[in-house]
């Protein structure tokens, strides 16, 4: 299993050196798409989760049998894809393996699902990327963009694209097209909940390196807005907010 620093490395040398990649992550809502009417039945998940008929809390509502089948895709051509160690819940780990078991796939590399989150808050991430080409893709892409430049001196970044749920794929992938065409990038960080797993092997069908980063904007956003540098902020982002509870 590979470990921040590793990610980082691997990223960066491939996106340096115009290699294709993608790195995707699953939690607890990419497993229950991977799973709803295969693993599990739709009457058990509409009895465990609070979450399914709100788009807000990953960027798609359940059931939808043709979104559960792109990212079936997604997974299988990932090159590193990230995934709950725990335990304690069902629906971490335990739910995950199900789900490989029974779409009989085997990642090539691994990594811990929350790495985003330590990798946001790791000043050698920021020092690593400040000048390669970057495409920021997601609903805060436009506000991730203005603090990497202002506080972190970002100079490479050629754009940024919206993908606020499922719907909005398609234009996503076409804007992705044209800014690539227009100013070829490197890496496409991508914070789009589950709709950016697609976005991350689009990245990859264009010959980049597409990284599924989630949170990781929301850290230096919410370091940004409490005056602080991203591996000087100890608390919780507040992505969470406005998401239902159970």
């Keep these: 299993m590979l470990g921040t620093w590793d990610l980082i490395k691997d990223w960066h ?21 991977l799973a709803h009417e295969t693993v599990l039945t739709m009457d058990f998940i509409k009895s465990h989760y609070g ?10 509502t359940l059931p939808n049998a043709n979104a559960r089948e792109i990212i079936v895709h997604c997974l299988r051509q990932a090159d590193y894809v990230g995934y709950l160690t725990q335990t304690d819940h069902w629906y971490f780990k335990p739910l995950f393996d199900m789900c490989l078991q029974y779409y009989k796939v085997e990642p090539k590399e691994t990594f811990y699902a929350f790495e985003n989150n330590y990798i946001a808050r790791f000043k050698p991430f920021y020092d690593t990327f400040r000048t ?25 970044i050629v754009g940024t694209i919206d993908c606020p749920n499922w719907s909005g794929i398609n234009k996503a992938t076409k804007d992705m097209e044209a800014i690539y065409k227009a100013t070829p990038w490197r890496l496409a960080l991508v914070c789009a909940g589950a709709p950016g797993k697609v976005l991350a092997i689009k990245a990859k069908d264009l010959g980049t390196v597409g990284v599924d ?32 509870k159970k």
């Excluded at 979450?51 to 798609?60: E, H, L, N």
């Excluded at 506000?143 to 970002?154: C, I, S, T």
């Excluded at 940004?224 to 991203?230: N, P, Q, Y």
């Design 13 to 33: 040398r491939m996106a340096v050196n115009g290699e294709a990649h993608a790195s995707i992550r699953f939690g607890d809502a990419s497993n229950t798409i």
């Design 51 to 60: 979450w399914i008929s709100d788009p807000t809390y990953c960027g798609i």
């Design 132 to 156: 390669l080409p970057i495409l920021l893709c997601g609903s805060k892409s436009v506000q991730y963009k203005e603090v990497l430049e202002r506080r972190y001196k970002f100079t490479g």
């Design 213 to 244: 980063f989630g949170s990781g904007a929301d850290v230096a956003i919410q370091a940004d807005k409490d005056g602080s540098f991203a591996w000087d902020y100890k608390g919780f982002p507040d992505y969470w907010a406005g998401r239902p």
